[in-house]
């Protein structure tokens, strides 16, 4: 291979954009020929590539190691808490929505009006008013509901990114 064909090879090497057979021609070259001072730079690192290639890893506890690390670890009881948890906030928030509902039900109706109605049109008002507080606390439950999802989405989120980190980690040691 001349001078010139070399050079051209080397830029599409640092380019990235060199075939798989150009590669190998850089390799044979660099294995058979004595580096020159513009080419020591890649015949070095070609040379640790070879090197690398033909390394062989005797350590049995590498491939233990690799391997205790690849398995998940399962933590039942800090799932069945954390699954508690979620319940539990769950249950409150439904407990608070009720509490408010009821509370505001208690302000906002008149002493009066707590017994049976001899009117059906004012009963099927205060039951249409009573039926419009309940939706507006279940509404607002609802949106903290929507909060709790998008806490427990993101926190998916980042024990997957860190789950996928630690494969990642794992297959570079490899």
Request: glycine share 2%; aromatic share 8%; net charge negative.
């Amino acid at each position: 291979m001349d001078s010139k064909e070399l050079e051209r090879l080397l830029e599409k090497y640092w380019a990235c954009e060199t075939t798989l057979e150009e590669e190998q021609m850089l390799r044979e070259y660099f294995r058979t020929t004595p580096a020159t001072e513009a080419t020591r730079d890649a015949a070095v690192m070609f040379a640790y590539f070879d090197m690398q290639r033909t390394r062989q890893l005797d350590d049995a506890s590498l491939d233990e190691r690799i391997a205790n690390m690849a398995k998940p670890k399962v933590r039942p009881l800090i799932r069945f808490v954390h699954n508690g948890l979620r319940i539990a906030a769950g249950i409150a928030v439904l407990v608070a929505a009720v509490w408010l509902v009821h509370d505001e039900i208690r302000e906002n109706t008149p002493q009066e009006m707590l017994d049976t109605y001899s009117d059906p049109e004012l009963a099927f008002e205060e039951t249409k008013r009573a039926l419009l507080i309940i939706s507006r606390g279940f509404g607002a439950a609802e949106e903290q509901a929507r909060k709790l999802d998008l806490f427990n989405e993101a926190q998916q989120k980042i024990r997957n990114e860190m789950t996928n980190q630690s494969e990642e980690e794992v297959k570079r040691e490899l």
